[in-house]
């Protein structure tokens, strides 16, 4: 591409250098895709059709002082897709493993697996990829990590890229 950087077309110059900069600035957590690391074994990239034809679920929660309505696939099933056992298997040490969630911002948070086991808890935590009906802004998704009943939304992880299973020892 070829920009025209004289004095007559300087807006229309100035416009596309903007465009062409922010695209090189593109946040890699805006790809269509997740990428889940369990342990040792070779990361597994979910793309966004993938975790779109896992069973959705909606939930109403308090964002912020409005009632938002997520829409998303339970991080479990996320997990499940890539590979990583729950259920029966999650005894013994696996049961301090945890899971590491991160940002494209670089955002980190943890969650202790049986936080996301049914058979441990009640409680859905949810990889939202709409809210009120409509896909995620580019500056919340596409994927971003929803949990009711926190008091604090620390761990409401926005622009999700990364998932890790890390045994603590």
Excluded: Y
């Excluded at 990361?43 to 109403?60: G, M």
């Amino acid at each position: 591409m070829r920009l025209n950087l004289r004095r007559k077309s300087c807006k229309a110059s100035s416009a596309a250098l903007v465009v062409l900069a922010w695209a090189m600035l593109a946040r890699p957590g805006n790809a269509q895709q997740i990428v889940v690391q369990n342990g040792s074994s070779a990361p597994v990239k979910l793309s966004a059709t993938e975790i779109t034809a896992l069973p959705h679920q909606e939930i109403s929660v308090d964002d912020h002082g409005k009632t938002v309505r997520f829409a998303g696939v339970e991080l479990r099933l996320v997990l499940e897709k890539a590979g990583v056992a729950l259920g029966s298997s999650l005894r013994g040490k696996r049961l301090s493993s945890c899971l590491l969630v991160e940002a494209a911002d670089g955002h980190r948070v943890v969650f202790a697996l049986p936080e996301l086991d049914p058979a441990f808890t009640d409680r859905v935590v949810l990889l939202a990829d709409e809210a009120d009906g409509h896909p995620l802004s580019s500056r919340e998704g596409p994927f971003r990590i929803i949990v009711p009943g926190d008091k604090i939304m620390a761990r409401w992880v926005r622009e999700v890229t990364t998932i890790k299973v890390v045994p603590v020892r």
